[in-house]
T-cell receptor
Framework: KQEVTQIPAALSVPEGENLVLNCSFTDSAIYNLQWFRQDPGKGLTSLLLIQSSQREQTSGRLNASLDKSSGRSTLYIAASQPGDSATYLCAVTPGNNLFFGTGTRLTVIP | GAVVSQHPSRVICKSGTSVKIECRSLDFQATTMFWYRQFPKQSLMLMATSNEGSKATYEQGVEKDKFLINHASLTLSTLTVTSAHPEDSSFYIC???????????FGSGTRLTVV
């Protein structure tokens, strides 16, 4: 069964710092990997989607990489802002389902 | 982009009553929709997968008679929590997969409180 782990579970950084969130998965047979953001009490907002044939995707200050063979993905956030504070979830799909990681709760301190 | 609308955002009900949560895809047809449950400070737990025009597939441990799912059209799926109990209080989120897309779009979630 696919297991997705995210490290660290929580992270606090000062505003302006660059940071990396990690995601690992046990089964490399995936179609794609998706990073989401969740604000407290809210639904999920999709940030980046990386298809299995791709190695990275970029959107603004966000860059996500995928190394399928090693079962790893990273989400890089440049020049962090207080508005980036949220829980970040990665999820992989082997087909018609999503397996979620445990999430990283990010706090950016002004 | 794809939008999924979920209603209500919050609901409080009495024990023993039933509550219906709606999930609509606004600008695309969703052949498959997913219902998740999320406990405080935990990740999402998949409850069931619904396919338009057929019965939902429930994950192990989820009572199908308690959590009724209907996906009668390509734009609407509903989750009905029947005979609700306080332990059913949780955050429920739906998502949809676009017929031609690769990603998933999520609703804004429903906070259910059973008193």
């Amino acid at each position: 069964k696919q297991e997705v782990t995210q490290i660290p579970a929580a992270l606090s950084v000062p505003e302006g710092e660059n940071l990396v969130l990690n995601c690992s998965f046990t089964d490399s047979a995936i179609y794609n990997l998706q990073w989401f953001r969740q604000d407290p009490g809210k639904g999920l907002t999709s940030l980046l989607l990386i298809q299995s044939s791709q190695r990275e995707q970029t959107s603004g200050r966000l860059n996500a990489s995928l190394d399928k063979s090693s079962g790893r993905s990273t989400l890089y956030i440049a020049a962090s802002q207080p508005g980036d504070s949220a829980t970040y979830l990665c999820a992989v799909t082997p087909g018609n389902n999503l397996f979620f990681g445990t999430g990283t709760r990010l706090t950016v301190i002004p | 982009g794809a939008v999924v609308s979920q209603h209500p955002s919050r609901v409080i009900c009495k024990s023993g009553t039933s509550v219906k949560i709606e999930c609509r895809s606004l600008d695309f047809q969703a052949t498959t929709m997913f219902w998740y449950r999320q406990f405080p400070k935990q990740s999402l737990m998949l409850m069931a997968t619904s396919n338009e025009g057929s019965k939902a597939t429930y994950e192990q441990g989820v009572e199908k008679d308690k959590f009724l799912i209907n996906h009668a059209s390509l734009t609407l799926s509903t989750l009905t929590v029947t005979s609700a109990h306080p332990e059913d209080s949780s955050f429920y989120i739906c998502s949809a997969k676009d017929r031609g897309g690769y990603g998933y779009t999520f609703g804004s979630g429903t906070r259910l409180t059973v008193v």
